[in-house]
T-cell receptor, first 116, second 108 residues
Framework: EAGVAQSPRYKIIEKRQSVAFWCNPI?????LYWYQQILGQGPKLLIQ????????DSQLPKDRFSAERLKGVDSTLKIQPAKLEDSAVYLC??????????????FGPGTRLTVL | DAKTTQPPSMDCAEGRAANLPCNHS???????VYWYRQIHSQGPQYIIH???NNETNEMASLIITEDRKSSTLILPHATLRDTAVYYC?????????FGTGTSLTVIP
């Protein structure tokens, strides 16, 4: 079974530029998550989708971050414009169904973003 | 905001059991405890989860105290490839709250 795919693996941009990350979840997984992981910290949830609807985006900085999952499968996370503090690893995860109390999340390899 | 407390780092000799503790004193009765690990430059990897009973799989064992306020992840025979950051997580609603984890170093 293929895992969660993410691209690109690495990205370097200058501040005020825009960037986009792509995620393809495990086939059949209804729930998709985007996390931000700053160096030395654990992952922090940015947004959660159930199929093509947003379940939770309370920690997404909506003035510069946006995400979509139009067809309920793959997803794109965008930052525009980027700031220095956005330098982090952006992780995508998926799970079968978030309402199940034992729903396990499976993570992709992440995209490491460096903002100069 | 993490719901768990873990020691920042631990060492373990290769071949010995690694016992990683976690405190989750505010856990509610229907909230599961999950353990993930993250090897350098990779995404977190699922290890095991449990509610109140002890659990075992091919990777590890999870021991949860009777009052559910703490748990221990046991890697029975640690290898060098087990060197990673281990996260103990309480699932609250739809969310996993990651803390800063325990950095486990397995020493040859």
């Amino acid at each position: 079974e293929a895992g969660v795919a993410q691209s690109p693996r690495y990205k370097i941009i200058e501040k005020r530029q825009s960037v986009a990350f792509w995620c393809n979840p495990i086939s059949g997984h209804a729930t998709l998550y985007w996390y931000q992981q700053i160096l030395g910290q654990g992952p922090k949830l940015l947004i959660q989708f159930q199929n093509n609807g947003v379940v939770d985006d309370s920690q997404l900085p909506k003035d510069r971050f946006s995400a979509e999952r139009l067809k309920g499968v793959d997803s794109t996370l965008k930052i525009q414009p980027a700031k220095l503090e956005d330098s982090a690893v952006y992780l995508c995860a998926s799970s079968l169904w978030s309402q199940a109390r034992t729903d396990t999340q499976y993570f992709g390899p992440g995209t490491r973003l460096t903002v100069l | 905001d993490a719901k768990t407390t873990q020691p920042p780092s631990m060492d373990c000799a290769e071949g010995r059991a690694a016992n990683l503790p976690c405190n989750h004193s505010t856990i509610s009765g229907n909230e599961y405890v999950y353990w993930y690990r993250q090897i350098h430059s990779q995404g977190p990897q699922y290890i095991i989860h449990g509610l109140k009973n002890n659990e075992t799989n091919e990777m590890a064992s999870l021991i949860i105290t009777e009052d559910r306020k703490s748990s221990t992840l046991i890697l029975p025979h640690a290898t060098l490839r087990d060197t990673a950051v281990y996260y103990c997580i309480v699932r609250v609603g739809n969310q996993f709250y990651f803390g800063t984890g325990t950095s486990l170093t397995v020493i040859p």
